[in-house]
């Protein structure tokens, strides 16, 4: 048996505070899945949460999504096991699941709907959406149920009850899980993903999910993030910002190959609709022709770190509108980076002798120390003299 293991789709998602609309992309991307599923004649597409980008979705939003369900379910026959993440309105996308359901479109967004495999060949499938531990305690009518790691056990417990032992189990879920209890590099790697932290949910760690033959996870971006082997992210399918941009991810999907004897797990890597490249340069730098002619100008998108002695090197310029009559409008993010150090000010202890010093000159030296030692303005000593009632009257 076969299955595509992906998640995070976030259809409706727009790049950063651009505005730039990443639909021609999705579409580009989720063409390439349906293509995959079909050529691998996978027994059905696991999309582990956050199909939507927002609880309300934009109308090209919901069209792309039915598009790409209707092409899986009914042209290529292939069944779709999916669940809400924390992006999704749960409630939203609960109409009508038992009429898709016999269609071959298997969405969980209920804790209570998470109980019951689906059953298929030699394979239990559990679905188990993004949850608030509120949401378990209103299900169990357990008030004690404080901690998402509280509410996983108890959960999993559940679950077990309904394990068939001729069978493998497999889980897919939606929340942050470690290594570790304190995993920092999983911190780092949230970077296109919600800072959220409802109920501890990097409390989670991957031996919670021991019983499971293996764990297609959704919520972190990177399929580095993964904790094991078996408890896996497939990341999402396209790169969201600067940071995964920076950091050079390369998105993709999970092919899972399911034997008697193990899970093969493989990663099959997608194309994007446009290349994304932060550059970090010196501003003379980048716009010199042997520097530039090395990348698809106004064909793909572009982050800009500029180094600079100081930012007033800058001053009078329309930086951006150089960089887009270069590299295109596509400009994602573009940030000044100060190379000189300034020097180190030694730090005030405004002690009685200090006292003795004019009001003015204590403004201006704590102004120095906060800023790393600018000196005030001529304008700005004259807002200081009239604030203290020294100005001209």
């Known amino acids: 048996m076969k299955l595509l293991h992906t998640a995070d789709w976030h259809i409706g998602r727009q790049l950063n505070s651009n505005g730039i609309s990443l639909l021609d992309d999705q579409t580009y991307v989720l063409e390439q899945i349906i293509d995959l599923a079909k050529k691998e004649a996978v027994d059905g597409v696991i999309i582990a949460g956050d199909l939507y980008d927002r609880g309300l979705p934009p109308v090209e939003a919901v069209s792309l999504f039915n598009q790409t369900l209707n092409r899986l379910l009914f042209e290529a026959g292939i069944p779709v096991y999916a669940i809400t993440g924390n992006h999704d309105s749960a409630k939203r996308l609960e109409f009508g699941q038992e009429f898709f359901r016999r269609q071959g479109f298997h969405l969980v967004s209920r804790l209570a709907?998470?109980?019951?495999?689906?059953?298929?060949?030699?394979?239990?499938?559990?679905?188990?959406?993004?949850?608030?531990?509120i949401d378990a305690r209103v299900y169990y009518q357990d008030s004690d149920l404080s901690t998402m790691d509280g509410v996983m056990r108890r959960i999993i417990a559940d679950m077990?009850?309904?394990?068939?032992?001729?069978?493998?189990?497999?889980?897919?879920?939606?929340?942050?899980?470690?290594?570790?209890?304190?995993?920092?590099?999983?911190?780092?790697?949230?970077?296109?993903?919600?800072?959220?932290?409802?109920?501890?949910?990097?409390?989670?760690?991957?031996?919670?999910?021991?019983?499971?033959?293996?764990?297609?996870?959704?919520?972190?971006?990177?399929?580095?993030?993964?904790?094991?082997?078996?408890?896996a992210y497939s990341g999402s399918p396209l790169i969201f910002n600067k940071d995964e941009a920076k950091r050079k991810d390369v998105k993709g999907v999970y092919l899972l190959d399911i034997s008697d004897?193990?899970?093969?797990?493989?990663?099959?890597?997608?194309?994007?609709?446009?290349?994304?490249?932060?550059?970090?340069?010196?501003?003379?730098?980048?716009?010199?022709?042997?520097?530039?002619?090395k990348y698809p100008r106004k064909k793909a998108r572009f982050a800009f770190d500029?180094?600079?002695e100081e930012r007033k090197d800058l001053e009078g310029i329309n930086v951006r509108f150089q960089l887009e009559e270069i590299y295109g409008q596509e400009i994602i993010d573009l940030r000044i980076k100060e190379t000189k150090a300034k020097p180190k000010m030694k730090r005030a202890s405004f002690n009685s002798s200090q006292s003795q010093l004019a009001e003015d000159q204590l403004i201006a030296d704590f102004f120095s120390e906060m800023t790393g030692g600018d000196q005030l303005t001529a304008y700005q000593k004259s807002l200081v003299e009239e604030l203290l009632g020294k100005g001209e009257a």
């Open 113 to 133: 709907d998470s109980f019951q495999p689906i059953e298929l060949e030699g394979l239990q499938i559990f679905l188990l959406p993004f949850i608030d531990p």
């Open 160 to 231: 077990k009850e309904q394990f068939n032992p001729a069978k493998k189990q497999i889980l897919v879920t939606h929340f942050a899980v470690s290594k570790g209890a304190d995993d920092s590099d999983l911190r780092q790697k949230m970077l296109s993903e919600t800072t959220r932290m409802v109920g501890g949910l990097t409390t989670l760690t991957s031996d919670l999910f021991a019983d499971f033959a293996y764990v297609a996870l959704g919520h972190i971006h990177t399929r580095y993030a993964s904790p094991t082997e078996t408890v």
């Open 261 to 293: 004897g193990a899970i093969q797990k493989t990663f099959h890597p997608l194309k994007p609709y446009k290349d994304f490249y932060v550059l970090e340069a010196p501003y003379q730098e980048l716009l010199q022709q042997v520097f530039y002619d």
């Open 306 to 308: 500029i180094l600079v």
